[in-house]
């Protein structure tokens, strides 16, 4: 079983920049990539990032791109969300994500964090 914290999230004013970190434990071997997901009230989860552990292949969201980063770190099991020109829309409760690679990027991750909330006000 793995278990994902999740931490970073808060208030931040549009145009800022915010950092998200997940940190996994447990068996992690069984877990290929991770990512993080978003939900804002009334609507549903959506697809933000996600990086493999393997060669370290990185997928955006569309809606992300050129603003958020993801990246890694092997040693720690543990992923980061740089999240720069922040929009009023991105605010949501932010959830890491685990498992494999094609089950993460579907939506459909074995794991899941108990999320975080980023605010960005305008």
């Known amino acids: 079983q793995v278990q994902l914290v999740e931490s970073g999230g808060g208030l931040v004013q549009a145009g800022g920049s915010l950092r998200l970190s997940c940190a996994a434990s447990?068996?992690?071997?069984?877990?290929?990539?991770m990512g993080w997901f978003r939900q804002a009230p009334g609507k549903e989860r959506q697809f933000v990032a996600s990086?493999?552990?393997?060669?370290?292949?990185?997928y955006l969201a569309d809606s992300v791109k050129g603003r958020f980063t993801i990246s890694r770190d092997n040693a720690k099991n543990t992923v980061y969300l740089q999240m720069n020109s922040l929009k009023p829309e991105d605010t949501a409760v932010y959830y890491c994500?685990?498992?494999?690679?094609?089950?993460?990027?579907?939506?459909?991750?074995?794991?899941w964090g108990q999320g975080t909330q980023v605010t960005v006000s305008s």
């Open positions: 990086i493999t552990w393997g060669v370290g292949t990185i």
């Open positions: 994500a685990a498992g494999p690679t094609i089950a993460v990027n579907r939506g459909r991750p074995d794991y």
């Open positions: 447990g068996r992690t071997f069984s877990t290929y990539a």
